[in-house]
């Protein structure tokens, strides 16, 4: 099954991730408009903020263990104020910040990194106990081949940038549908 948002899903999912950063930042209870079917069903989801073409904040799922609304709600509040490479979002930068939203397709485990198409597809990749995860819009936004997508990925589980080749190194790819406030 395909899954699919439609402009007026995406828009509220957006609206929904900026309310939530506002309203913490702002010390009021949160306002969010009724989800949709569509958006109740469980979906990997991440949040990303962006300053000035900056990264600001990027936090995700791989998978879905709540309601596709209700998991954009908490990850815009982690993305903004728990993401350990960035200090919390402070409130004159709310007005500066553009968000993006990746929902994800299921994970599929494949048997050679031919299967990866740069752009269309992001990569988790676990050895042992250490694992990465980089979104398809990544490579494209870098302008990386496959080979190096794989690498960056190694480096962002922490792990030898050649560890893809392992045979030991499972990898999995998934799509994702992308937005923003900037489109």
């Known amino acids: 099954m395909d899954f699919t948002l439609t402009d007026e899903e995406k828009r509220l ?8 950063i506002a309203s913490k930042l702002e010390g009021r209870k949160p306002e969010f408009k009724e989800p949709t079917e569509n958006l109740k069903v469980q979906c990997g989801a991440f949040v990303t903020l962006h300053i000035h073409g900056r990264l600001r904040g990027c936090i995700g799922h791989m998978v879905g263990v709540n309601p596709l609304m209700e998991t954009i709600k908490e990850l815009a509040l982690s993305s903004a104020f728990n ?13 500066e910040i553009d968000i993006e939203i990746s929902v ?5 485990k494949i048997s050679s ?5 740069v752009g269309k597809h992001g990569i988790y990749l676990k050895k042992g106990s ?8 990544v490579a494209t936004e870098e302008g ?12 962002k ?7 893809w080749k392992d045979p030991k ?7 994702a549908i992308i937005f923003g406030e900037k489109e």
Request: net charge negative; hydrophobic share 35%; charged share 25%.
């Open 13 to 20: 999912l957006l609206e929904t991730a900026r309310e939530s």
């Open 83 to 95: 993401d350990p490479r960035f200090p919390p979002l402070s409130p004159h930068e709310l007005e």
């Open 104 to 108: 994800l397709t299921p994970l599929k």
């Open 113 to 117: 990194v031919d299967e990866i198409e």
């Open 130 to 137: 250490a694992s990465g995860v980089l979104l398809p819009q």
């Open 144 to 155: 990386w081949d496959r080979e190096t997508f794989l690498t960056h990925t190694c480096y």
């Open 157 to 163: 589980a922490g792990l030898t940038g050649n560890c």
């Open 169 to 175: 190194t499972e990898i999995s790819i998934f799509s």
